[in-house]
T-cell receptor, first 110, second 112 residues
Framework: EPEVTQTPSHQVTQMGQEVILRCVPI?????FYWYRQILGQKVEFLVS????????KSEIFDDQFSVERPDGSNFTLKIRSTKLEDSAMYFC????????FGPGTRLTVL | QQPVQSPQAVILREGEDAVINCSSS?????VHWYRQKHGEAPVFLMI?????EQKGHEKISASFNEKKQQSSLYLTASQLSYSGTYFC?????????????FGKGTLLTVNP
């Protein structure tokens, strides 16, 4: 069964460093998403992406965040200058109708 | 605006039943239910579309009352494997305006 994949599974970085989280959505899906989940809290929407552009972003998704689909398969989330409060699980998701989540990347900012 | 889930937590003994509710103040296109185990990604359970349909997945079923913008997830004869946090996701907007907003989750613990 096709699935969304994410790399790395765990990323540790120093505050102020840039990180890029990578996702490979399911191949025939057209809509892509990034979500964040701080430990013990709910899944929070960050951004949606369709037709090579952002279709919606939340207030969490400020100028430090960017997304890109650099080729036909990858979908990336970049955080330019990480802060301690960026520590969370980041989930990528894709859909046609049903939205499927990737396994997540645990980001730890020290 | 996020949907409201209730209860926040449920503790069951194996074999008991539970109901988890999800309500929204916005008109909904659909309701999605996910289960998340600790440290893992949410796993899709089922989607309910407008029309008040009811669906089932093994001993887990759900209903959607579009007039009340409410959905309920029914877990019958619970198993240990049902333990986890259940999230409802409410869809507002269609096509490129599609947005899925998650509730805070209901932590279900099934004990032997």
């Amino acid at each position: 069964e096709p699935e969304v994949t994410q790399t790395p599974s765990h990323q540790v970085t120093q505050m102020g460093q840039e990180v890029i989280l990578r996702c490979v959505p399911i191949s025939n899906h057209l809509y892509f998403y990034w979500y964040r989940q701080i430990l013990g809290q709910k899944v929070e929407f960050l951004v949606s992406f369709y037709n090579n552009e952002i279709s919606e972003k939340s207030e969490i998704f400020d100028d430090q965040f960017s997304v890109e689909r650099p080729d036909g398969s990858n979908f990336t989330l970049k955080i330019r200058s990480t802060k301690l409060e960026d520590s969370a699980m980041y989930f990528c998701a894709s859909r046609v109708n049903t939205q499927y989540f990737g396994p997540g990347t645990r980001l730890t900012v020290l | 605006q996020q949907p409201v889930q209730s209860p926040q937590a449920v503790i069951l003994r194996e074999g008991e039943d539970a109901v988890i509710n999800c309500s929204s103040s916005k008109a909904l296109y659909s309701v999605h239910w996910y289960r998340q185990k600790h440290g893992e990604a949410p796993v899709f359970l089922m989607i309910l579309l407008k029309g008040g349909e009811q669906k089932g997945h093994e001993k887990i079923s759900a209903s959607f009352n579009e007039k009340k913008q409410q959905s309920s997830l029914y877990l019958t004869a619970s198993q240990l494997s049902y333990s986890g946090t259940y999230f409802c996701g409410t869809q507002t907007g269609g096509g490129s305006n599609y947005k899925l907003t998650f509730g805070k989750g209901t932590l279900l613990t099934v004990n032997p």
